[in-house]
């Protein structure tokens, strides 16, 4: 029996679901927050990034201005991120320890990925990072048929 063809947007929710177990399973062992992560990973990716960035950022994950000045106190407090002059970055702690869980979920993603051809695999991780930089003002304007703003 052949399954049927996916919508686009049930396809990328069931795949984000798939995805998230073991990012889910990493974060809770190693007792970091999945906001957490997204700022250590935003620093440990871009280095020393302005604070209303990072803020930007994390309004995505629907932190909202009081929620993602808790987790960056959070985060300086326990000597992991440092906040100079509104321009945060990893402490050597931080650095360490986003090292060493951004190399756990790259192993468990890349067993999860040995799953599918790798060509597949890097044509869709292609096509999201594309998608991901695309402004989303421009993505909604096409949406609607709106003049991008």
């Known amino acids: 029996m052949n399954a049927p063809t996916l919508p686009f947007g049930t396809a990328m929710a069931l795949a984000e679901r798939n995805l998230r177990g073991p990012l889910t399973r990493i974060l809770t062992e190693e007792d970091l927050e999945p906001g957490a992560w997204f700022t250590l990973n935003a620093l440990g990716l871009r280095g020393t990034t302005p604070t209303r960035t990072v803020k930007d950022l994390l309004s995505t994950s629907g932190y ?86």
Do not use: K, M
């Open 64 to 149: 909202d201005g009081p929620r993602a000045d808790a987790l960056l106190a959070r985060l300086a407090a326990g000597g992991l991120i440092e906040d100079r002059d509104e321009q945060l970055h990893l402490t050597p702690a931080g650095a360490e320890r986003y090292a060493s869980v951004r190399d756990r979920i790259g192993t468990a993603s890349g067993r999860v990925f040995s799953l599918f051809d790798p060509t597949r695999v890097e044509t869709a991780r292609a096509f999201l990072q594309q998608l991901a930089e695309t402004d989303p003002a421009t993505i909604e304007a096409v949406a609607f048929d709106e003049a991008p703003a």
